[in-house]
């Protein structure tokens, strides 16, 4: 089958989770047969051009989006729209899988895609298709009703009044039009937001993420690499908690200081963030001293390659995942199981159809700091415990979250939008 990928960023210029799965999905794709292109854009020339690489034919193309033009440009870039309905017709595609593409790519890449009816399945990594904060806004309220324009932090949405309107339209042409695609929801939670914010009138499937399944380790590597990462990070022997991933406030951050803040008072433990923010790392510490959480309890990592995030895994003892809003997915959920770590994870979003309450981990409210810091001790002090919920992460990731599984759901999703 020929797969023509469409992705705003994809590996090396990516540092998010989206272009990252966008990479695993097209791997995999490549590596089981099938013809597979991938289209993204970039905002220098020099980065510009067409490799080979593996397995994969990857053509970047520039297409700069001034910031004072991101909202307009996110619906129709014409530099983008031109470069993809070019490649369209050249490679003759028998499906179009696109990600992210409300950034440099546009909506509008998605009509220029379908043209001349190739089925379009879209995966929806956020909530960008009807909330221009990705929803951070909610809180975490399950109702999942946005309204834009009575949200402060959705007021720039004036200066493009019709964005969710013309971006709903594009989607609905290009994924619900004859032969029908598909929108590609990661999570349950996820397909109930899209549905509830008005695109119920397109066909929402969900395909959930996935990971390699890497061999693992012996439990002496494990333990070396463990404590040479303790040591290259200033990390002492505590007990440690791990948190991570494109940091920020809604990711539950200032909640999860609190928890472990909480945590600390029946266990000596300490906390170590990892990602991308430096200035969300100088609020932690800011905000650790007016918690009492110690600052020789609190690391800031930087943001880690794929080796030294393993290293990480390895050197925790219980992962984190405290998001205040209903985040879709969350990866670090299946690195840690993938580890055989125990997760305290959030009630909102994604997470809850990952971690298994009192299984693979504990869900807790990160609103809650007494109870989600109360979890993050009861882990800490009870090692059989923590060790018989990572087995159990472990068997799960393997059986409901690998890449494999992940990939035959988008091939057989693929077959029903040719069909």
């Not at 990480?312 to 985040?327: K, M």
């Amino acid at each position: 089958m020929k797969v023509l990928v469409l992705s705003d960023s994809f590996p090396p210029h990516n540092l998010g989770g989206a272009g990252e799965v966008a990479f695993l999905v097209s791997h995999e794709l490549a590596q089981r047969g099938h013809d597979v292109l991938v289209l993204t854009a970039v905002d220098d020339r020099v980065s510009a051009g067409t490799e080979r690489r593996d397995g994969l034919t990857i053509t970047r193309f520039w297409a700069p989006v001034p910031a004072p033009l991101r909202l307009h440009l996110g619906v129709v870039n014409p530099l983008a729209v031109t470069q993809v309905a070019r490649a369209a017709r050249a490679f003759r595609p028998d499906v179009v899988h696109a990600h992210n593409v409300h950034e440099r790519l546009s909506f509008a890449a998605l009509a220029a895609a379908h043209r001349g009816g190739t089925p379009v399945v879209l995966t929806a990594h956020d909530y960008l298709l009807f909330c221009l904060t990705k929803f951070l806004c909610s809180a975490g309220d399950v109702s999942y009703h946005a309204v834009p324009t009575a949200c402060p932090n959705c007021r720039h949405i004036r200066r493009a009044p019709g964005r969710n309107r013309a971006a709903h339209g594009l989607v609905r042409r290009s994924v619900g039009a004859n032969p029908k695609g598909a929108i590609a929801c990661i999570s349950h939670a996820q397909r109930t937001a899209l549905a509830v914010n008005g695109f119920d009138d397109v066909p929402l499937e969900v395909v959930h993420n996935g990971l390699p399944v890497e061999p693992e380790l012996s439990a002496e590597t494990r333990l070396s690499q463990a404590a040479a990462f303790r040591q290259r990070h200033g990390l002492d022997n505590r007990p440690l908690v791990l948190f991570g991933g494109r940091i920020s406030g809604a990711k539950g951050g200032d909640q999860l200081l609190r928890a472990v803040a909480v945590a600390r008072q029946r266990v000596d433990c300490q906390l170590a963030i990892a990602g991308d923010r430096e200035a969300y790392f100088a609020h932690a510490r800011r905000l650790a001293d007016e918690v009492g959480l110690a600052q020789d309890s609190l690391h800031t990592l930087g943001w880690l390659d794929s080796d030294e995030l393993d290293a990480a895994f390895d050197a925790a003892d219980v992962c984190a995942t405290p998001s205040v809003y209903p985040d879709p997915f969350n990866l670090m959920n299946l690195r840690a199981m993938a580890h055989r770590k125990p997760v305290v994870g959030t009630c909102f979003g994604g997470t809850p159809e990952i971690v298994v309450d009192g299984q693979t981990g504990f869900i807790a409210d990160p609103w809650q700091p007494e109870a989600f810091g109360g979890r993050i001790a009861d882990l800490l002090l009870d090692s059989r415990l923590a060790s018989r919920f990572g087995d159990a992460g472990r068997e799960r990731f393997i059986a409901e979250f690998s890449l494999d599984r992940q990939v035959s759901s988008y091939e057989s999703l693929y077959e029903r939008c040719r069909a």
